[in-house]
């Protein structure tokens, strides 16, 4: 039984404790939790836009997106107010890309982390609302000086080694992509466009408000992104209660489906939200962001 | 999981929905098959007395109207045996999904919990002394990284010593409990389970060499806890007696994973300097960048015979003496035993002698003078272990199969050990001449192997193997 277990950790993860769903260290120096969850967002997404541009796999910045979010849980995390969401977004991606097969440099990760957070020439919603530049942006809107590389460098390094110990050297992250594949082989379920789905799916649920890479392994996540996928393309399973097969319980299922389905309603909430401005991302801008709320409740 | 189905329980309205609905389903399902059954008994009814005419005709008569009913009642796949499905179903309800192990995470601890007792040793990726963990009173091994000099801030090789070992949990793999921190950002310290020997020590203060037995259970342990981290898609790359940790009830267990790593199908591009020059294999050696597990099993091959002897069994002076002993050892090798070594980078300089008949068997065994107390099993698990090959040599899985482990004498049973008066656990500073494992980011070496079978540059050609003579054709 030992054995069994030990050959699990393959396939699953550390999970947050419900006290670490319940307090954040940045909701402990005041920042907002709709704040926090629209930083937090947006940092998956910046992370998931520079893993793109980076050319690394889909393995390595998803498991980089779930690093991003464990490290703000709990008491213990960090905290919005101490380091900035591009810092630890970029650290998160070149510490995973380290361990595994196709590490980059620091010089690579900075360049592009540059070009994102560039107010001219960042094609991100949340960063230049405008939007994506029409014209080719001037090179000087986006390359990185090389004074700015080597304090970048330094702040990056320094960030590595504090999410390191955040969350006590365990950059261990199972993904649910090829669990997924594998059950769907097993259901016997051959249309590409399903897998493309389930794909899709379990791509955004690393979005997810509701966290859910932190609270569920990933066979549950597996499952329920099959369910949505083959009712979605209307693809039909085998009768009966199939996820149990998978050691998923209906509960988890049910909750884990309407997860992900709301993502997307989150995500064009946020977009409404913050239209006309970008989400801060930066520590200075965290903090003016909390003031000008806390006026804004004062003056009503 | 009746935790998690609390925390969850009231603020998910819509996956009450779905299971209300499927419950409704459910009910439908039921209801139907209930009217079915019914239908097929006043079938069965209505047709008993035609039984005894025709069996075949009835079977076509009785099968078709239950079917299009079966169709019309929206229920594709309900032969009447299904019908028993739902109520095993039901008991099975109870029965438990598979549960995973939930971990945690959390900060680092501080490294002032231990109490630091005395200095064991230094490896080439830490210090390493032994430690009281104040709360508990345990007693731990503190391994302290080194972290200066890191261009690319936190080594990819600690990383992966600590994400191995926290994955590797195994009986024969040490047991990394925790990582601590010091004051300054590169303080980093591993708390693994305390172990009194390590086998190279023990080796150095024996009088005689282990029994056969003895060295059956050290070897069994060796390849398990090997297995185990293969299976697990890790290599651990430094094998050597130095690395392999004894405590004083017959356990050992594999230590030092600074040079593991995970590898992959296909295979990501891997650095050649790896393992300890003694331990090398000979395809490390001769510059191939595509290696796999068999390292280890040659690394495991020159352990075995170290235990054998007592003596490190290849000790080159650098690579190409190492090379020319193994080959002193082994035989040179040939396109039978190992096709496709040429094109190996090094082997590009290496000139063989014009060998007269290889040594029959493939891959040939050891010469038995080397081994005189060895049973022919035992000289065969050797002589593939250390084939020049990496194909001819055995898997762990294998090796653990090997008929050797289960002829006479059998393996000791692990508390039948002799203890042994422990070095790391007094305040003795050892000192062995293994050589050092090759340090990260150095440049692979230019070899020249010209002088392997010629008058070597690195002397000490005078051993000669039993196989060949070194002597130029």
């Known amino acids: ?300 | 999981m009746s935790a998690a189905k609390s925390r969850w329980a009231d603020e998910d309205p819509e996956a009450d929905a779905i299971i209300a609905q499927r419950k409704r389903e459910k009910e439908e399902k039921r209801r139907a098959k209930a009217e079915k059954q019914r239908q097929l008994e006043e079938a069965s009814k209505t047709s008993a007395p035609t039984q005894p005419v025709d069996a075949g005709q009835e079977a076509n008569g009785e099968s078709g109207p239950p079917k299009k009913r079966r169709r019309l009642s929206n229920d594709p796949d309900a032969p009447s045996v299904v019908d028993e499905v739902p109520t095993s179903e039901e008991v099975k309800k109870q029965s438990s999904l598979l549960r995973f192990p939930v971990g945690e995470w959390g900060p680092c601890r501080h490294v002032d919990n231990f109490e630091r007792l005395n200095h064991i040793e230094e490896g080439s990726y830490g210090w390493v002394s032994r430690a009281k963990d104040i709360t508990t009173g345990e007693i731990v091994a503190l391994k302290k990284l080194k972290l200066e000099n890191s261009p690319d801030g936190f080594p990819v090789t600690g990383l992966r010593e600590i994400q191995t070992l926290l994955e590797a949990r195994h009986q024969n793999v040490v047991y990394l409990r925790e990582v601590v921190m010091g004051n300054k950002m590169d303080d980093v310290f591993l708390v693994m389970d305390f172990l009194e020997h390590d086998l190279k020590t023990l080796l150095d203060e024996m009088r005689e060499p282990f029994l056969p037995s003895e060295i059956k259970t050290l070897l069994l342990q060796v390849v398990g806890g090997l297995e185990f981290l293969h299976s697990q898609w890790i290599m651990h790359r430094d094998l050597k007696t130095s690395n392999l940790l004894m405590n004083n009830r017959g356990e050992i267990k594999i230590a030092d994973f600074g040079m593991a790593r995970y590898y992959g199908d296909p295979p990501p591009k891997l650095t050649q300097l790896v393992v300890t020059l003694w331990y090398r294999s000979p395809e490390l050696l001769l510059g191939a960048d595509k290696y796999g597990t068999e390292i280890d099993m040659w690394s495991i091959g020159c352990i075995f015979g170290e235990l054998l002897t007592k003596e490190p069994l290849l000790q080159g002076k650098n690579e190409v003496d190492q090379v020319s002993k193994i080959f002193a050892l082994t035989g040179p090798p040939n396109q039978q035993i190992w096709p496709g070594f040429r094109s190996l980078p090094n082997a590009k300089s290496l000139r063989l002698p014009q060998t007269s008949g290889a040594p029959a068997g493939n891959p040939p065994l050891l010469p038995r003078s080397r081994f005189p107390y060895l049973t022919n099993a035992g000289l065969n698990l050797l002589s593939t272990l250390l084939a020049l090959n990496p194909a001819s040599r055995p898997t762990a899985q294998q090796c653990l199969a090997h008929p050797y482990f289960r002829e006479d004498p059998r393996p000791k049973p692990k508390e039948m050990f002799p203890t042994f008066p422990s070095k790391a656990g007094m305040e003795k500073r050892r000192r062995h001449h293994t050589p050092e494992a090759p340090k990260r980011g150095q440049d692979a070496p230019e070899l020249d192997f010209a002088g392997v079978f010629g008058g070597a540059p690195g002397g000490d050609t005078g051993e000669t193997g039993a196989g060949f003579s070194l002597r130029l054709g």
């Open chain 1, 1 to 300: 039984m030992a054995q069994t277990n030990a050959g699990l950790k393959h396939l699953s993860n550390a999970l947050a404790t419900p006290d670490q769903l319940s307090n954040s260290s940045s909701s402990l120096d005041g920042v907002p939790s709709e704040l926090e969850t629209s930083i937090r967002c947006a940092g998956a997404q910046l992370t998931q836009a520079a893993g793109v541009l980076l050319h690394l796999s889909q393995d390595i910045i998803s498991q980089a997106i779930v690093i991003f979010t464990r490290f703000w849980l709990g008491a213990d995390g960090g905290s919005l107010r101490i380091y900035s969401a591009k810092d630890v977004s970029a650290a998160s991606l070149y510490l995973t890309a380290k361990l595994s097969f196709q590490p980059t440099s620091p010089r690579s990760i900075l360049n592009v982390y540059n070009l994102l957070l560039s107010q001219d020439a960042s094609p991100l919603w949340f960063v230049n609302p405008r939007g994506a530049p029409t014209q080719p942006p001037t090179p000087d809107s986006y390359v990185l000086s090389e004074g700015g590389y080597q304090t970048g460098r330094l702040v990056l390094l320094r960030v590595e080694s504090v999410i390191l110990r955040t969350l006590g050297f365990d950059t261990h992250v199972a993904l649910p992509h090829t669990i997924a594949l594998t059950y769907l082989q097993t259901l016997g379920v051959s249309r590409p466009a399903v897998s493309r789905r389930v794909l899709e799916h379990l791509n955004a649920a690393l979005l997810s408000p509701q966290l859910l890479y932190v609270t569920h392994q990933p066979n549950a996540l597996a499952v329920a992104a099959i369910y949505l996928a083959t009712r979605e393309e209307g693809v039909k399973l085998v009768d009966g209660e199939w996820w149990e097969v998978f050691d998923v319980d209906r509960e988890e299922l049910g909750f884990l489906v309407v997860g992900m389905r709301s993502t997307e309603g989150f995500m064009r909430r946020e977009t409404e939200v913050w239209k006309n401005k970008a989400i801060p991302m930066e520590i200075d801008e965290v903090d003016a962001e909390v003031e000008r709320r806390r006026m804004m409740d004062e003056g009503e």
